[in-house]
C-alpha cells in the first residue's frame, strides 16, 4: 500500500514529518510510560478512543480533520539518537539506562489505527480516533495525536460553517496567515480552511505544500507608495494581441473626466493623484488581473472613479479588468454603490461585462458579518477572510480528548461528578442511521460484539440516551453505515488517502446528509447521538461497579 505526502497522494519512508515527532508530546507521557516499562506493562494490549465532549463554535456539528497527519505520525513514529539522548539529559538519574534503549527501539508497527473518514461530519462521544496496540505506544501518542486533531477539525469546522453562512456562490479566501498562532498554524489554517470549504489562500507555501489556489493583487501600502502621475516611469503598453505601445495614463484621464460628470458626480480633482497612478502602474503590470483595492483614501469620491477609469483604458487596449477589494466602511452600501456604478457604465457604455465586475469585501469579517450582509443583500462577489477565521476566535480549542477503553480485554471506565464527562467503556462500535429520504437520523454506539443494526426500513432499533434514562427512541433506518474504517495495521497503511481536494469534496457531501435545521446558525437542533440497549445496560453496571458506596454514620 502507497504511504502519504504532503500534498496527500504519497511518500517514501523518508524520516520524520517536520516537527511531527515523537517528543512533540508532554513530559508526563515520558514519566507514565518508564513507569509502564518498570512495572513489566510494556506487553499489555490497549484500546483508547479520541474524541469530543462538544460541538464549536454554538453549532451542532463537527468536521472531523487531521488524520493525514496522524498517519504520516504513525509511519515515522521513531525515537532519534539524540531524542534518546535529551531525554536521558532531562528524565530523572533513577531512571534506568535500559529504558532508553527499549525507547530507541520502539516503533507504531504494533498499532492499530481505526478513524472516520477525514472530513467526515462528526458528533459529541463518536470517537474520531480508536488507536489499540501496546500500552506504552498508545500512551505515547496521546498528545500528538490530540494536537493534530485538535485544532485541524476546529479550523474546518470553522471554514465549513463560513461556506454555508456565504452560500455556494460566493467565492472565500483565506488571508490570515499574518495573524494566525505562528508559521505553523497558519499552514494548518490554511490546509483546514481549504478543506472546510474556501476556494484559495494568499498562503504561497500553503499553496505549494498543498495545491490550494493562490490569490492576492495588492495592500494599502502599494497605493501610498506613489503621490502622484509624474512617478510613472511607464504610462505606454502594447494593446492585447501584440502592436504598438498605446498611452494608457492619456486614455485613463480621458475616462475619468468622462466619468466624472457622466456617472459620479464628482470633479476629476477630487480623486487622488496618487492612487490613480498606483492603479495605472499595477494595470500595467498585471493587466490581465487587474482587481485594485479602493477604500485607501475614499470609495466614493476616489477609488472607484480611479478604478473605472482605468479599467476602461485597459478595455481599449483589449484587456479586462477583474474588480475591487473594499476593506473597510459599510460593506454592503458599498458594495451596492460600486455595483450600481458598474451597472451604469455598462448601460451607458454598451459594456455589459462591466456590470458583472468582481467586488471582493475584507475587513475582519467573522460569521456574523456575513449573515449580517446577506440581510442587507449585498453585492460582494468574494470575501477575503483572515483573523477570526484561521485563530477560531470566536471559540479557540475543540477540546479533544484520549481516554483508554479496553486493557487485555477488559473494559474501562473514567467516572466523574460531571456526567458528560463519564466514558462510554470498552470497545464499540459506531453506526450513522439513515431515514428514507438520505439524511442522518442518528448515530448509535454499540458493543462491538453487537450485531449491525438492520437497514431494512421496517425492522425497529431501540436507541437510548448514555445517561438520561427517560430519552429513548425507536428508529427504522433505511441505511446503516459502519462510521469506523481501518486505516493502519501491521505496519502499514490499509487504505488509499485521498487528495485534499477530495477530501474538501467529503465535507460538502456529508453536510448535505444533515437536516437543515442541525446545520443552522441560531438555535440548531441537537443531532443524537445514542447507544444500543446492551450498551446502555452494560454502562450502567460498570457505572454502579465502580461507584464508590458512601455510608451514613
Known amino acids: 500500500m502507497a504511504a502519504i505526502d504532503g500534498n496527500g497522494t504519497g511518500f517514501g519512508h523518508n524520516g520524520q514529518n517536520g516537527v511531527v515527532q515523537p517528543l512533540l508530546t508532554d513530559l508526563y507521557q515520558i514519566t507514565m510510560a518508564y513507569a509502564y516499562w518498570k512495572s513489566g506493562k510494556t506487553e499489555e494490549h490497549a484500546v483508547f478512543n479520541l474524541f469530543f465532549r462538544k460541538n464549536p463554535f454554538h453549532g451542532e456539528f463537527t468536521i472531523f480533520a487531521g488524520l493525514e497527519e496522524c498517519l504520516k505520525l504513525l509511519q515515522s513514529f521513531r525515537y532519534s539518537a539524540s531524542d534518546v539522548s535529551y531525554l536521558r539529559s532531562v528524565m530523572p538519574a533513577s531512571v534506568e ?23 467526515e461530519v462528526a458528533f ?18 496521546e498528545t500528538t495525536l490530540l494536537t493534530l486533531v485538535n485544532f485541524a477539525s476546529l479550523m474546518a469546522t470553522n471554514a465549513a460553517r463560513y461556506r454555508m453562512a456565504a452560500g455556494k456562490d460566493i467565492r472565500l479566501l483565506e488571508f490570515g496567515l499574518r495573524r494566525a498562532q505562528g508559521p505553523d498554524g497558519g499552514l494548518s489554517a490554511s490546509k483546514y480552511a481549504y478543506m472546510g470549504g474556501f476556494d484559495g489562500t494568499s498562503n504561497v507555501l500553503a499553496g505549494k505544500l498543498f495545491n490550494i489556489p493562490v490569490s ?12 502622484g502621475l509624474d512617478e510613472l516611469h511607464t504610462k505606454s503598453m502594447p494593446p492585447r494581441g501584440g502592436g504598438e505601445p498605446v498611452d494608457l495614463q492619456e486614455r485613463a484621464l480621458c475616462w475619468r473626466e468622462k466619468l466624472a460628470s457622466a456617472i459620479f458626480n464628482v470633479l476629476p480633482e477630487e480623486a487622488s493623484s496618487g492612487e490613480f497612478a498606483a492603479f495605472l502602474s499595477f494595470a500595467m503590470a498585471f493587466p490581465n488581473g487587474f482587481l485594485a483595492l479602493i477604500d485607501t483614501y475614499d470609495v466614493c469620491r476616489s477609488g472607484l472613479l480611479n478604478f473605472c477609469a482605468v479599467a476602461l483604458a485597459l478595455h481599449e487596449l483589449g484587456y479586462r479588468a477583474l474588480g475591487i477589494r473594499i476593506d473597510s466602511g459599510d460593506l454592503a452600501f458599498l458594495s451596492h454603490m460600486a455595483r450600481e456604478k458598474f451597472e451604469s457604465i455598462a448601460k451607458e457604455y454598451d459594456m455589459p461585462w ?6 471582493v469585501a475584507s ?20 470575501f477575503g477572510i483572515g483573523t477570526h477565521l484561521v485563530t477560531c476566535q470566536r471559540q ?52 462491538y460484539e453487537e450485531p449491525v443494526p438492520s437497514s431494512s426500513g421496517v425492522t425497529k432499533t431501540l436507541c437510548r440516551h448514555p445517561f438520561q434514562e427517560k430519552m429513548r427512541t425507536y428508529v427504522s433506518p433505511s441505511k446503516v453505515t459502519n462510521l469506523h474504517r481501518t486505516f493502519w495495521k501491521d505496519s502499514q497503511l490499509q487504505l488509499p488517502m485521498p487528495t485534499l481536494f477530495e477530501i474538501r469534496q467529503k465535507v460538502q457531501s456529508s453536510l448535505q ?41
Not at 507504531?108 to 478513524?115: F, G, M, P, R
Not at 462591466?354 to 467586488?359: K, S
Not at 446528509?513 to 441537537?526: A, G, H, M, V
Open 216 to 227: 492576492g493583487t495588492h495592500a494599502h501600502s502599494y497605493v501610498t507608495a506613489f503621490s
Open 354 to 359: 462591466f456590470a458583472e465586475l468582481t467586488i
Open 97 to 119: 539506562p535500559e529504558f532508553f534503549e527499549f525507547l530507541g527501539k520502539l516503533t507504531a508497527e504494533d498499532i492499530t489505527l481505526h478513524a472516520l473518514d477525514e472530513g
Open 363 to 382: 475587513n475582519d469579517i467573522n460569521e456574523e458579518t456575513i449573515i449580517s450582509l446577506n440581510e442587507q443583500e449585498h453585492s460582494i462577489n468574494c
Open 124 to 141: 459529541p462521544r463518536v470517537p474520531l480516533l480508536i488507536v489499540e496496540g501496546p500500552l506504552i505506544v498508545c500512551q505515547l501518542l
Open 396 to 447: 479557540p480549542a475543540l477540546g479533544c480528548v484520549y481516554k483508554m477503553v479496553d486493557i487485555n480485554g477488559r473494559p474501562r471506565m473514567k467516572l466523574s461528578q460531571e456526567v458528560e464527562k463519564v466514558n462510554i467503556p470498552g470497545r464499540s462500535a459506531c453506526y450513522r442511521l439513515f431515514g428514507k429520504d438520505g439524511s442522518a437520523l442518528i448515530d448509535l454506539i454499540t458493543r
Open 513 to 553: 446528509s444533515l437536516r437543515k435545521d442541525i446545520k443552522r446558525n441560531l438555535n440548531p437542533t441537537p443531532y443524537k447521538v445514542s447507544v444500543s440497549v446492551e450498551m446502555y445496560k452494560f454502562l450502567h453496571e460498570m457505572w454502579l461497579e465502580n461507584a464508590p458506596i458512601g455510608e451514613l454514620v
